[in-house]
Structures are given as structure tokens and as C-alpha cells.
């Protein structure tokens, strides 16, 4: 069975940094593109970030310049490092990948920045 679990959400306050991270069982992890979504209240889910098997990355406007996410794949694990936090980052985020034709998500951790 594929597991994705998130950890790392926590509230903090604007301009503050947060490091989430995802670890990965029941996949070939390597080969497998990685993505961060989130989803605010009465908001849809959002792609906030992917990286790909070969490292590529790609990021949302919105933390464009903000935010990084990295894998290591030897621990099965991607991570999310976001700095310079705003209120509207406040959101549920889920670390999600697509394996054996279907998608696979997280249980999300919550990310909150309080003014």
C-alpha cells in the first residue's frame, strides 16, 4: 500500500519559516514525481510545488522566490521549506504523487500564519 505522511505544519507568525515534510512507503520513490497541494477554508486545493524524478522543479506564483521543495530520495522523503510566510499561506497541505494510474495523497498538516 502506498502511505504518504506529512509533518512539520505549526502556526507562526508573518515573515516566519516552516519546513514541511512528507515520507513516502509502498512506491519506487525515486521515480515518481513529488507535489505539495494545499487548500484553505472554502478554497479549492492548490498546487503549491512539484519536483520531478530528475530534480526538476516547479512552484506556484504565489511562493515563487518563497518557498523550495527538495527529495531525498534514499529516505523516501520531500520536503517543503517556506519562508517569508503570509497570512494567506494559511492552509491545509498535502503532499500528493500519481502511481499505478491513480493519485495518492496525504493526510495534510496544518500550516497557520497568524497577524
Known amino acids: 500500500q502506498v502511505h504518504l505522511v506529512e509533518s512539520g505544519g505549526g502556526s507562526v507568525q508573518p515573515g516566519g519559516s516552516l519546513r514541511l515534510s512528507c515520507a513516502a512507503s509502498g512506491i519506487n520513490f525515486k521515480i515518481y514525481t513529488m507535489a505539495w497541494y494545499r487548500q484553505a477554508p472554502e478554497k479549492e486545493r492548490e498546487l503549491v510545488a512539484n519536483?520531478?524524478?530528475?530534480?526538476?522543479?516547479n512552484y506556484a506564483d504565489s511562493v515563487q522566490g518563497r518557498s523550495t521543495i527538495s527529495r531525498d530520495n534514499a529516505w523516501n522523503r520531500v520536503s517543503l521549506q517556506m519562508n517569508n510566510l503570509k497570512p494567506d499561506d494559511t492552509a491545509v497541505y498535502y503532499c500528493?504523487?500519481?502511481?499505478?494510474?491513480?493519485?495518492?495523497w496525504g493526510r495534510g498538516t496544518q500550516v497557520t500564519v497568524f497577524s
Open positions: 519536483i520531478t524524478s530528475d530534480g526538476r522543479t
Open positions: 500528493q504523487t500519481r502511481a499505478y494510474g491513480r493519485d495518492f
